[in-house]
């Protein structure tokens, strides 16, 4: 919440000072304060897609720099060679995903987390699948950027007797997944599972309780 809250202090510091220096000078008052107004929408704006706090300080934790960003709870994370994926899910529910969950990845450099920026963001490809009482869809994130891992994570919908425990994942790279389990609005529970990914898309498979996963559908891009 700090990030925007920054972002909103700046927009307006800017649209104070820029009108402050220019009042003098300009005739038309009233359209210098609309062109400082819109000189400060646009500092904040421009703020929000950069992290500029990225150049002067780090974080001592993944979870205080997803915080300084985000307030929707953590489902899950896993850690990657350069940072953290994060698992969480908008409390509005408005994404392309219909459980409305989101992958981020926070960036670590050295011992120091840093923010994430939706620039540095890759495309993320899903499958959906059926399998035994559960179903769901696997989506796959990939970022060629330099610096930047991949991660693969499930999302299972499974009765409302399910066990956490009753479920084991496995794919062809040996991923150790971080596992998670929720409550579902609409009923029944949802199982959450996240591991980094390596290697090309087309030869990956999984299994559940050790019978073959199968990918049905090529559900969509982003």
């Not at 670590?108 to 920026?117: A, C, E, H, P, T």
Request: aromatic residues 14%; contains cysteine.
């Amino acid at each position: 919440m700090g990030y925007y809250m920054t972002r909103i202090a700046i927009g307006v510091v800017g649209f104070v000072l820029i009108y402050w220096l220019g009042r003098k000078r300009m005739q038309n008052r009233r359209r210098w304060c609309v062109l400082s107004l819109a000189f400060g929408l646009f500092l904040g704006l421009a703020l929000c897609i950069v992290p500029f706090e990225n150049a002067l300080f780090g974080f001592s934790s993944y979870e205080k720099a997803f915080r300084y960003q985000h307030t929707e709870p953590i489902i899950v994370s896993a850690e990657g060679e350069h940072g953290t994926a994060v698992l969480y899910a908008l409390s509005n529910g408005q994404t392309e995903k219909e459980d409305g969950v989101l992958l981020v990845q926070v960036p670590r450099i050295g011992s120091k987390w840093k923010l994430s920026s939706d620039i540095d963001m890759g495309t993320e490809q899903s499958y959906q699948f059926q399998q035994l009482d559960a179903q769901g869809y696997v989506s796959i994130c990939k970022n060629n950027r330099l610096g930047k891992d991949q991660f693969v994570y499930f999302v299972l919908h499974v009765p409302a007797d399910a066990n956490l425990a009753d479920y084991h994942l496995q794919d062809n790279r040996g991923s150790s997944f971080q596992s998670a389990m929720q409550d579902a609005p609409e009923g029944g529970r949802t199982l959450y599972f996240l591991a980094p990914f390596n290697g090309s898309v087309d030869d990956y498979a999984a299994t559940l309780n050790g019978e073959p996963v199968t990918f049905v559908v090529d559900d969509w891009y982003r």
